[in-house]
């Protein structure tokens, strides 16, 4: 029994790591570019629509609020990874990459009909080993890919280059340094810097904002986590003369379980996750009394080692959010079979409370406060059952979930106002009442070699019943995969993935619906790696094979690009 359980967790573990693919990213991040596991669609580096395969709902996920999402950067209404405050393992490093096309390869490519430039991504920064638990840090990064299409309507926007590094106008652009302090019982760091953002709005627009400060401090102490930063944001539009400020205070407390408690029938884990906000001139959103408090409770209660249950639940003054799931793991009289089945709800108000809740759109003489908090509740229930069977070096898995969902929050479109090359919407979020049902299927199977060789495959559908022409996204209806991680002579990595996702559909960001081709995509990362001296060096293709395409309203061409890390670890 014990056995069993075991490995089935360790592998839908196993399934949940390597959906993600083992090709690095082209930065710490933006994993979604090489996801090939649900719908992943990028507009740029600090936005994308990322949605798992029988996760249920139509949501984003970076879009609901979850207490593992704490230390994440809040942009707009996501919880996003990118740009990444957290301090780096000892080492040194550099990083530097090119969508192809860029002159530096122009002489060796062709004497005429020469590709135009193209935009590069850069990064270079180092933490020191630990002096009697003392260290320091410092990063500049920035990723200037999916920038180019849209270069000349920002540029207008701002009034300066708007990057650390360059004038292609990136996504963004962050540099930071700091010091930070570890032993056995405290970990604490205090990192501060400047950035530059383009945030995507719920209109569609593309704001500019420049923190100069952002500060932010981090302790981990006994069974407490606390985070805290300041960010000074700079807002303007240089094309009608506006400019606003915003000074922001963020962070959150957590109380979690310790490691008597964890091994006990109930955890249990609080906080609180707070923002306060002051507005000066023209800033292009609102929080309702400038500021939220959301304190909120983890629960655990695990009887047996094959049955759990998990609750979260939060609640202030405006809103309300409940997370729960209970999983059973079932015996099987099979050696090396076993079988999960569970069921999981998410209920509330919003799916991220600490979002703001206006936005102020004025462009081409409309002027509207959209509202960014429906009325009403989203309620969504989803079942699942998934199986897992190893054989010697042989792995094979499954997965079926059914979901049903109602009042999914979506976008009541007043109408669209066209600027350049791009094209903006106005309205308020709202709800969708009806019932929408999802039923989806996965396969995977593994096989691997000692240390040194390990192959996967995997494929899934998925099947959605309801009123489609109100999804934000019409998610891809199936993907198939294989990756490949080969470790040559313990040395040399090499790491690929060929997959296959199916159309996906924006339906609401223009007045005609904007699909995404289904396409075939490869990926490859190639290191060698020299563990006696701690240097590893990388390099990444990315989007290999596939179209060049937009893959979001008023975003980029997702297009081929080589991306290589050389670090020195300590």
Partial sequence: MKSSLSTTLSVLTLSAVLAGAAVDPEMEGLEAVSRDDGTFLVGGPTYFFDRILGAGGIHSETELWTPQKLRNRLLFNRMSLLPS???????????????????????????????????????????????KGFWATARGFQDDHYSARTYSYRKKMVSDEFAIFGENYPMFSSIYGGVGFTNDFVNASVLAGEEYLWEYMESSRWIPVHMAPRVEGRVNFWNFALTAAYEHAEYQDARVDESGERNEVNGSVLY????????????????????????????????DNDRVLWPFMQLRVQPFRWLRADAMFGMNDSDWLVQDSVEMGMPVPVKGLGVTIGVKNISGTRLNPLADDKEYFNVKSVSDTMDLSPSGQMNLVQGYVAFADTIASVSLGGRATFWTEHGAETFDVEDFVKDGILEFRYGDVSRIDSWIKGVTGELWLDTWYEDWFKFRALAGFERIDGPSERFEVTPAEYFVAFTGDWLIRKSFRVSHSLRYRSDAQWNLRSPD??????????????????????????????????????????????????VCTVRKTF
């Fill in 256 to 287: 979690k379980c310790g490691n008597a408690c964890q091994k006990g029938m109930f955890q249990l884990s609080a906080g609180i996750a707070f923002r306060f906000v002051s507005d000066d001139g023209d800033v292009y959103t609102g929080l």
């Fill in 85 to 131: 405050w957290n301090p780096m393992e000892p080492s040194v490093w550099v990083k530097t990459g090119n969508e192809l096309g860029d002159m530096i390869y122009q002489d060796v490519i062709t004497e005429t009909d020469r590709p135009t430039n193209r935009t590069p991504i850069l990064e270079g920064g180092f933490r020191s080993p630990s002096f």
């Fill in 513 to 562: 619906p904007l699909v995404v081709k289904g396409d075939w995509y490869w990926d490859a990362t190639f290191e060698q790696q020299f563990p006696r001296h701690g240097l590893y060096l990388t390099g990444t293709l990315i989007h290999v094979l596939a179209d060049e395409v937009i893959q979001v309203p008023n975003g980029d061409y997702d297009r081929l690009r080589f």
